[in-house]
């Protein structure tokens, strides 16, 4: 059974830093690609950072660039999302996704997605 488990959020003042985590189980870590994506109430989803382990590619939203920094421990099966210079922006349920595709694609309507973890910034 596929699963990625979202982590880390919580209240946080602008500026600040949270790592979030993607734990992931039941399918070849290495193959797939793996989205972090957002959605604040009312808003739109967006695609945060993405992550492909076959082309070593990584992808930031605009927003986030610079700010934010995608790692990942394949022993670990997991993904992390360390987020810095926090502004109230940022303020969503952030959750992450895998598939198998060839690159990463925020467009893309990733097959296996995760429960959400809050992220909310304080001004």
């Known amino acids: 059974e596929v699963q990625l488990q979202a982590s880390g959020g919580g209240l946080v003042q602008a500026g600040g830093s949270l790592r979030l985590s993607c734990t992931t189980s039941?399918?070849?870590?290495?193959?797939?690609?793996i989205s972090w994506f957002r959605q604040a109430p009312g808003k739109e989803r967006e695609g945060v950072s993405c992550f492909s382990e076959s082309d070593g590619s990584t992808l930031y939203a605009d927003s986030v660039k610079g700010r934010f920094t995608i790692s990942h421990d394949n022993a670990k099966n997991t993904v992390y999302l360390q987020m810095n210079s926090l502004t109230p922006e940022d303020t969503a349920a952030y959750y992450c996704a895998a598939d198998l595709i060839a690159r990463c694609d925020f467009d893309h309507d990733y097959y296996f997605r995760g429960q959400g973890t809050q992220v909310t910034v304080s001004s």
């Open positions: 039941g399918f070849t870590f290495d193959e797939y690609v």
